[in-house]
Structure formats: structure tokens, C-alpha cells
């Protein structure tokens, strides 16, 4: 088990360094050394003259201490630049961003305030929607399976968190914000710390949400800090000892408390791709042409029976399935070409705009349980799509994921030339960072000569004929494909790693496809029904 990391936390200081550090130093002595102290708030105030004492050196702070915002523009010119420090081992970390600690903890933080809901720009004070996407993609960045962060850190608290059955936060309506509660529902913190203008409140943990009703969050903590050293003794300082999320073990993130309670924040904003646009989803929250499927989202939830995903399955309707083609449910604007047995479409998220799936028109899981004559078209796309790619001078990746997928899916990346022989190697670095046994097959080796019908596997083909290929494990990076080939050596786009954070709308999506289906005219050899099923 890691060790734990020892934190403080607290609200606005307002100039009173003295009262804070000394009563940091008092925690220290009684209860041992802690990694961090977190000012959440305000840090400067109308009178900055103690923080002379320990510029020169005849005060010491006890803690490495972070520091965010500004919130007030008038403290504006007391800040440095981000990274800097104000005085010795005091650190100004700026608006927004998000670190991880020696411990392996994970802090985000959006401070400020929010020029949209505040109707006005403060210069250096405030931040933008975009801002907030941003967090959340760093966020998403930071781990490889997505399960949340140790901390967020806001000025602002999020709209919603004030109701509750039985505690009722006294909060200014300015202090509220929709984007906030966007950020919170969308990166999971397991402690959102926030500063209070006067009173202390700490909210019943309450249960993040899912787009799958079958799967299980993490809990989070919101908790507001008072002024430091406020004369009503409200609590302004919090200590905690958290195991980074990162290697805590499921059973542990996933346990309730008896004091638990629903997500209080507005459901709709899970289905907000960026704050304020809705991505449309279908009834049970997934996306159509998730390449990761329905049991994808980094593989931190659980599900209903047991945490093995081979187990056996209920009896599978069709007619739920977003990839079968004669799904009511299908979103047929995606879709490029129909032959016989298979199709091509555009998936959600592409790494380009010449990224393709090849799917099978029925539900077959994987290919080395489809049928020969779905096998033999999908080997026909394959070869088409080399010629097609050749001609625009580009290469083509092949790979397949049976493992958390429910629908067959190849996907077909084309890739520059000059990066052909590298291919194989930033694969196996890849496998190597996961400690995943990553095999090259012999030339012309089916995957189903290797991988019995049902059992999970990672397949790809390589432009080299390289075939490569994983008896996936639990805990197997979902992302694995999409990490190689997003990587800077191959197509450099490390923020589409994740399809989720690349999303389209619905006009540049229709657009990549009309493209795409006249590019690939000369080489389609299906007959022309395409058009008439994508309206």
C-alpha cells in the first residue's frame, strides 16, 4: 500500500500570515510533518506588511505553500510569476492547471472568478469556459484509466451543492457557478475544497455520477473553509491524509458511507462534452461509435455481478445496440459505406479526419467470433483502404480491442510514412509503461489461430505487416491504441488520446464524412446504398 500524503488546507488568508503560519507550526509540532499547505482563497489582504518578516528571513514558513487566484483585482500586483515564489517556499501556482504531488496525489484547481456568470472581465481575476475544459483535459490526461483526482480546488462554489436535505449552506448566489459543477461532475475529485466568506461548511459526501446507470463513481467531499483566524471561531484550516487515487484499490474508492447522498448537481452537465453543449446521447448514456463502448470510461467502474468483464452476459437485444446497423438507434449521418456483411463509418472522436471504423452489420463481438464471410469483407475494406490511404501518401494502422466492447470494431488510422519504422517501437514502449506483454505474431498469423473465440485480446497491423497482439488482463489500458498512435513520434496529437475530449459536432462531422465518401469513390467497391441509409 502507498504511503499517505499529509495535507493542509485552508480559507481565505486576507493578509493574516502570522496567525496562519503560527498556527501551522503548533499543527506540526503536535501531529508531525505535512507535505503541503493549500490556501484556497484569498491570499493577500488590505495590509501585506507581515509577509516582510519572512522575505527577509527572520520569520520561517513551516509547510511548502501553494498559493491560487487572484480573485481581487486589486491584489493583482502582489502576485509573481506562476511557478515563482512570493517569499521563501511560498509558491504561486496560478489560475488554473493541475500537479501532481511527490506523493502521487492529484490537485486541480480553477480559481478565480467566472467573467460569463459574472458579466465582466477583471483582468487577471477571472476565467472563461474554455478554462474549465481545459482542467478537464488535463485532468483526463494525467491518468491512463480516468478514475478522478485526489483534489479540486475553486474559488467559486458549484451551483447545487447548497441544497441538501439536511444541511443549508449560507452562500452568496455570486459564489455560485454552473461551470463549477461542470468541472466537479466531469473530473470526480474525491475532495473539492472551496473558501466560505464566513461560516464553515463541510456537505454529506455525495455519489459522482455515470452516462451507465450500471456503473459506480467515487464519492466526493465538498468542504468550505472560513476567513483565517475569524473572530466567530468558525474552522479555517483542514488536515487530511489521502492515498492517491491512482493506487488505491477499487473496493476501497467504491465503498459507500452511511451518510451518503445523490450528486446534487444538474445531470444534463455530464452530457456536456465543453460547458454549455450538449453532446446527444442515447437512454442509457453512451455515445454512437464509442470505440470504447458501453464498459469503456478507463475502467474504473464496477458492474453488476462481479468485477470480471468476461463473465457471461444477459441475452443481448439488437435492437439496444448503437453499432448494429439496422439499430433503431444508429446515428446513420456517420456512416461512409455498406457492403455486404460490414460497413465503414466515422467514429466519434477521430485521431484525423480520415480516422474510419470497419463494423459488422449484425452483432458479432470480435473477429475471431464473426463468421468467414464477415471476416473475408472485412479483409476487403482493409485492402481498399490501403490503396485509398496510398493514394494520399499515407500509411495505414489496423487495430482491434476485444476487451470491454460488446460490438466489434477495427479501427483504421492512417499515419505519415516517415513514421513507419518507429511503429513498432513506441508500441512496445507503450506496453512497456503498462507492464503489458505485447507479442509480434508470425507473418501471415490470423488473430483467431492465437485467441480463442470470446477471450479478450489487443490486435494490430502495422504498415511493416508487423502483427502485434495481447492477452489483455484486467486493468489493460483502454486507451492503448490511441495512446501509440496520438503519440508525438506518430501523429502527435496527445489531446485526442481519449475520444471523449475530441468530440465533433454534428455539422463538422457530417462535413468529414461528405468528404470522406467522395475521396473514397474511385476505390469503394460496394454497391452505392450508402447514400440512401445516411439521411
Not at 480553477?110 to 485532468?139: H, M, W, Y
Not at 441475452?315 to 459505406?337: A, G, N, Q, R, Y
Not at 502527435?492 to 465533433?504: I, M, P, S, T
Request: hydrophobic residues 35%; glycine residues 4%; proline residues 6%.
Amino acid at each position: 500500500m502507498s504511503e499517505k500524503q499529509k495535507t493542509l488546507v485552508c480559507g481565505d488568508v486576507n493578509g493574516n500570515f502570522n496567525i496562519l503560519f503560527s498556527r501551522v507550526d503548533s499543527i506540526v509540532k503536535k501531529s508531525g510533518s505535512f507535505e503541503l499547505l493549500l490556501c484556497v482563497g484569498n491570499f493577500f489582504g488590505s495590509d501585506n506588511s507581515q509577509l516582510d518578516a519572512y522575505r527577509m528571513g527572520t520569520r520561517k514558513v513551516p509547510v511548502t505553500t501553494y498559493v491560487f487566484g487572484p480573485s481581487n483585482s486589486e491584489h493583482v500586483p502582489y502576485y509573481c510569476d506562476e511557478g515563482s515564489e512570493i517569499v521563501p517556499n511560498v509558491i504561486y501556482m496560478g489560475i488554473r492547471g493541475i500537479f501532481t504531488t511527490s506523493s502521487d496525489v492529484k490537485i486541480a484547481y480553477l480559481t478565480g472568478l467566472s467573467r460569463r456568470e459574472l458579466g465582466k472581465d477583471i483582468q487577471n481575476c477571472t476565467f472563461e469556459p474554455s478554462d474549465c475544459s481545459a482542467v478537464r483535459d488535463a485532468c483526463f490526461r494525467a491518468q491512463s484509466e480516468y478514475r478522478g483526482v485526489d483534489m479540486l480546488i475553486t474559488t467559486l462554489w458549484p451551483a447545487g451543492i447548497q441544497e441538501d436535505d439536511c444541511q443549508k449552506a449560507e452562500v452568496e448566489p455570486e459564489r455560485l457557478s454552473d461551470l463549477i459543477s461542470w468541472l466537479s461532475i466531469h473530473v470526480k475529485p474525491r475532495y473539492h475544497f472551496a473558501p466560505s466568506s464566513e461560516k464553515y461548511f463541510e456537505r454529506q459526501p455525495y455519489r459522482n455520477q455515470s452516462v451507465h446507470q450500471d456503473y459506480k463513481e467515487c464519492a466526493t467531499r465538498f468542504i468550505a473553509l472560513a476567513p483565517v483566524g475569524n473572530k466567530t471561531k468558525e474552522k479555517w484550516i483542514y488536515a487530511c491524509s489521502l492515498q492517491p487515487i491512482t493506487k488505491m484499490r477499487m473496493t476501497d474508492l467504491l465503498q459507500s458511507t452511511t451518510d451518503e447522498t445523490a450528486c446534487p448537481y444538474n445531470p444534463d452537465l455530464l452530457n456536456q462534452h465543453q460547458p454549455g453543449k450538449v453532446v446527444r446521447v442515447s437512454g442509457n448514456g453512451q455515445f454512437f461509435f464509442n470505440m470504447d463502448a458501453a464498459d469503456d470510461d478507463h475502467g474504473k467502474r464496477k458492474r453488476k455481478g462481479g468485477d470480471n468483464p468476461e463473465r457471461k452476459r444477459k441475452e443481448f437485444d439488437p435492437d439496444t445496440c448503437w453499432f448494429c446497423l439496422s439499430s433503431p438507434t444508429v446515428e446513420k449521418h456517420l456512416v461512409i459505406s455498406v457492403g455486404s456483411h460490414c460497413y465503414l463509418a466515422l467514429p466519434k472522436g477521430p485521431l484525423t479526419p480520415l480516422h474510419v471504423l470497419i463494423l459488422p452489420i449484425a452483432h458479432h463481438q470480435s473477429v475471431t467470433k464473426a463468421p468467414d464471410e464477415v471476416v473475408d469483407e472485412i479483409d476487403k475494406f482493409k485492402e481498399t483502404l490501403k490503396k485509398f490511404y496510398a493514394s494520399m501518401d499515407k500509411l495505414v494502422v489496423f487495430f482491434e480491442r476485444n476487451y470491454r466492447t460488446s460490438h466489434m470494431q477495427i479501427q483504421c488510422v492512417p499515419v505519415p510514412p516517415a513514421c513507419s519504422d518507429q511503429l513498432l517501437e513506441v508500441f512496445q514502449d507503450e506496453a512497456g509503461l503498462h507492464s503489458v506483454s505485447l507479442e509480434v505474431l508470425p507473418p501471415y498469423t490470423r488473430v483467431s489461430q492465437v485467441a480463442l473465440a470470446g477471450a479478450p485480446y489487443f490486435h494490430a497491423e502495422l504498415p511493416t505487416a508487423d502483427q502485434l497482439y495481447v492477452r489483455t488482463r484486467q486493468h489493460f489500458p483502454l486507451q492503448f491504441g490511441r495512446d501509440v498512435l496520438s503519440s508525438p513520434p506518430i501523429l502527435n496529437c496527445e489531446d485526442k488520446a481519449d475520444w471523449r475530449q475530441c468530440l465533433l459536432s454534428r455539422e463538422e462531422e457530417d462535413s468529414l464524412v461528405a468528404v470522406f465518401r467522395e475521396k473514397f469513390k474511385p476505390f469503394d467497391f460496394t454497391a452505392d446504398t450508402s447514400d440512401s441509409d445516411s439521411d
